[in-house]
Every structure is written in structure tokens, then in C-alpha cells.
């Protein structure tokens, strides 16, 4: 199972840009889906989380401004982000639950992350 991301980039301050991510391979399910974010020098946070059904949950830094998304026929999780500030730069990271039989045989589900992508708002 792989997550890639897209669509990161360079924006100016009150852009927008959306990013992409899209779970392949073999698996059963793909469960809860995340964005994380980690800026030079800080810990890794939480961006904003969706459920399979489609509800969505935000940090509070970024509500009213981010919205994500999910595409369960094409395995795929966005992450629209308006009004971008120099304070969202970081590299954006792809986070989701998937339910699929590992590499032993057990069938379970597992967290996975994506490469990451790298969105940086200049002032």
C-alpha cells in the first residue's frame, strides 16, 4: 500500500493551492483519512481529519480556511487550503487508516503516510 501526494507548491500570502493524496496497491478498506503538517524546527501537527462517511474535523488554525475532502472511488484524500499565511508553510504529510493483510498475512488495519509535500507561503 502507497499513499503519494501532490500538488503542493509555492504560493503567496492569501493564495490557495490543493493538495492530493492517493492511497494504491492491494488493500480492503481505507478508514479515517488526515492531513499532518511539519514546519522547520516543530513537531509534526494535525491538519485536519475526515471519516470514511465523509465528516470532517479541523485544527483550530486552520478552520474556516481548509477544507478536505475525500474521493472514496478513486482512493483519494484533498486538502483545499484558502487564505494561506506564511505560518502554514511546512511539509504537508498524507495520514490514513487502510485495512489490508500485511506482509506476515495478518489482516488488519494500519496506518500509513505519505512521502510528504512541501507548501510554502511567502509574505
Known amino acids: 500500500v502507497q499513499l503519494v501526494e501532490s500538488g503542493g507548491g509555492l504560493v503567496q500570502a492569501g493564495g490557495s493551492l490543493r493538495v492530493s493524496c492517493t492511497a494504491s496497491?492491494?488493500?480492503?478498506?481505507?478508514?479515517?483519512m488526515a492531513w499532518y503538517r511539519q514546519a522547520p524546527g516543530k513537531q509534526r501537527e494535525l491538519v485536519a481529519t475526515?471519516?470514511?462517511?465523509?465528516?470532517?474535523d479541523y485544527a483550530e488554525s486552520v478552520k474556516g480556511r481548509f477544507t478536505i475532502s475525500r474521493d472514496n472511488a478513486k482512493n483519494t484524500v484533498f486538502l483545499q487550503m484558502n487564505g494561506l499565511k506564511p505560518e502554514d508553510t511546512a511539509v504537508y504529510y498524507c495520514?490514513?487508516?487502510?485495512?489490508?493483510?500485511?506482509?506476515?498475512?495478518?489482516?488488519?488495519?494500519?496506518?500509513?503516510w505519505g512521502q510528504g509535500t512541501q507548501v510554502t507561503v511567502s509574505s
Open positions: 475526515i471519516t470514511s462517511g465523509g465528516n470532517p
Open positions: 496497491g492491494s488493500f480492503f478498506s481505507i478508514n479515517a
Open positions: 495520514n490514513a487508516g487502510i485495512t489490508a493483510t500485511s506482509a506476515t498475512g495478518r489482516k488488519g488495519t494500519f496506518s500509513y
